[in-house]
């Protein structure tokens, strides 16, 4: 993964650009919410469209007969949120952990590489996020589906390896 290019980027534009991308199902309906204020958060924008779009296409995916997928995003002066949540068949308990494992599928043979979602963990942890996933595969649990929630800063505190500090003793001391 290269460094980041961060840029004052428009976070509703960024999902909407990454749901374009995904192949249409006649029976999936997509459903987006926003209560932002503020719409602008620094990321760079093709990581985290790239992490979007390979959740997204996950969520479809796992709704080959058709459902729901509600985008939610939220904030304040600090973060963003942003829920995607799907109506599909949920993740095995025992799978959750393993989700960003490299190469981890639970897809068939041919189907997954098993990067989609370590590699939008790694983007998402790259500009100080954090994503969380839940998910219900029982239906005697009520009814099945996933739920990742991405909290993005909305700017980076980037350490610059040249900064130099010079500190000034106060006189008197």
């Known amino acids: ?16 650009e990454s749901l374009a991308r995904l192949s249409h199902h006649d029976n999936i ?6 209560s932002l204020d503020d719409e602008k958060v620094w ?19 796992a709704m080959p007969d058709g459902g729901t997928l509600t985008i939610m995003l939220e904030g304040d002066e600090r973060q ?9 068949a949920g993740i095995a308990e025992e799978n959750i952990p393993l989700l960003f494992t490299p190469f981890f599928t639970t897809k068939p043979v041919g189907d997954g590489t098993g990067l989609g979602l370590p590699q939008a963990f790694a983007a998402i ?11 219900n595969a029982k239906p005697t649990k009520g009814p099945t589906g996933t ?12 350490q610059d390896k040249q900064a130099k500090f010079i500190l000034h003793e106060e006189e008197g001391e």
Not at 29 to 34: D, E, F, I, T
Not at 125 to 135: L, P, Q, R, T, V
Not at 147 to 158: A, H, K, S, W, Y
């Open 1 to 16: 993964m290269h460094g980041l290019e961060l840029r004052e980027t428009n976070i509703i534009q960024i999902v909407t």
């Open 29 to 34: 309906v997509v459903r987006m919410k926003s």
């Open 43 to 61: 990321i760079d924008r093709e990581q985290i469209g790239t992490a979007f779009f390979d959740l997204e296409q996950n969520a479809v995916e």
């Open 80 to 88: 963003v949120l942003i829920t995607l949540t799907d109506s599909g």
């Open 125 to 135: 942890k790259a500009h100080s996020g954090n994503i969380k996933i839940e998910s």
């Open 147 to 158: 739920t990742v929630r991405i909290t993005l800063p909305r700017r980076q505190v980037l």
